[in-house]
């Protein structure tokens, strides 16, 4: 009885044809999507126009539509939002862009404790945060006016250094403005103003809305904020800070 022969070689599984077809049909389709995304925009239209009957004439100019830029305050509200959102919990401070200025403004209690002019650990980190955008920006021709505020009630008992609210939220302006010099701003693009208990946000009785009145308002201008009148007697020059008030 003859042997059998040995086969030489195996067959392939079934399997194995309609993996390989499907790979190559894959790769088909990925060659199909990377060339119809590299495609000539004036063949394809050739092309199209051959199907629609149609006569297809070469367009003299194509123009392409610039990039959307964002008015320079809306970039540094968008970069100050960006940066503060990241520290700050919702309802602590407020972004608003305008079309002369930004206004960033901090509610208590993450700026002063009650009766206080020493800037918390939490307002300094989000002081130190605008200063980075700034600087991140290049900004060199700009104001900072930074305007402080105390509650009516402020302070409870007054004493030789804080008189009363008028001089409380003037000295947390003067305060604001040393630490942002401390940080590298300079002093020429720097002003301090004490408004008191003027221009409330809450006008209500609930204690806890009414202390967001005691706040910090910064308000960054590229030219010199015609916010307040230079008659303002508010309005502190920021070497009279240096020397203390």
Request: aromatic residues 12%.
């Amino acid at each position: 009885m003859p042997k059998k022969k040995k086969e030489e070689c195996k067959g392939f599984p079934a399997w194995l044809t309609s993996f390989g077809d499907l790979m190559s049909l894959l790769l088909t389709f990925f060659i199909l999507l990377f060339s119809m995304s590299t495609i000539d925009i004036q063949k394809f239209i050739q092309w199209i126009s051959y199907f629609r009957g149609m006569k297809y004439d070469y367009p003299k100019k194509i123009t392409l539509i610039p990039p959307i830029v964002l008015p320079i305050y809306d970039q540094i509200a968008q970069k100050m939002q960006e940066k503060l959102k990241k520290i700050l919990i919702p309802g602590r401070y407020q972004v608003v862009s305008s079309k002369k200025y930004v206004l960033i403004r901090f509610f208590s209690p993450i700026t002063f404790k009650r009766n206080d002019y020493t800037l918390l650990p939490e307002f300094q980190k989000a002081l130190d945060q605008v200063v980075k955008v700034l600087k991140d920006m290049k900004l060199k021709n700009y104001i900072i006016m930074v305007v402080g505020y105390a509650n009516k009630d402020e302070p409870d008992n007054p004493t030789p250094a804080i008189k009363d609210s008028w001089d409380l939220s003037i000295r947390r302006a003067c305060e604001v403005v040393k630490y942002l010099q401390f940080l590298g701003i300079p002093g020429k693009n720097l002003a301090a103003v004490g408004i008191d208990s003027l221009n409330p946000i809450y006008k209500g009785k609930n204690p806890i809305l009414k202390q967001r009145n005691s706040r910090v308002e910064l308000y960054i201008n590229l030219e010199f904020p015609n916010i307040f009148s230079k008659k303002d007697k508010t309005l502190i020059n920021v070497s009279d800070i240096n020397q203390g008030l």
